[in-house]
Nanobody, 119 residues
Framework: VQLQASGGGLVQTGGFLRLSCAAS????????MGWYRQAPGKQRELVAT???????NYADSVKGRFTISRDNGWKTLYLQMNSLKPEDTAAYYC??????????????WGQGTQVTVSS
């Protein structure tokens, strides 16, 4: 199972970005997927998650500004980020709780994509 994140970049305060995470490999079922972020010197934190049933959960700091979504086939996960703030600057990671053949459900991580918001 591979998760490939993309879409990061440099943006000014108040701007927007859309992150994508493409899932590939031997996937039987995906229970949930999410976005996490880690700023320098800080622990990785949850940004948003979405379950197979479509339920979403957001960190308080991004509610009303970020939207998590996925395509129907779970091939791509998205994070629309609006009204970006300097404190949103971090490396963003996608995560999937995935059932692979013979392995049971496991957490998989994509590589980080850097988001930098200038003031």
């Amino acid at each position: 199972v591979q998760l490939q994140a993309s879409g990061g970049g440099l943006v000014q305060t108040g701007g927007f970005l859309r992150l994508s995470c493409a899932a590939s490999g031997s996937i039987v079922r995906i229970r949930s997927m999410g976005w996490y972020r880690q700023a320098p010197g800080k622990q990785r934190e949850l940004v948003a998650t979405i379950t197979s049933g479509g339920s979403t959960n957001y960190a308080d700091s991004v509610k009303g500004r970020f939207t998590i979504s996925r395509d129907n086939g779970w091939k791509t996960l998205y994070l629309q980020m609006n009204s970006l703030k300097p404190e949103d600057t971090a490396a963003y990671y996608c995560n999937g709780n995935v059932l692979a053949p013979g392995l049971g459900y496991r957490d998989y991580w994509g590589q980080g994509t850097q988001v930098t918001v200038s003031s």
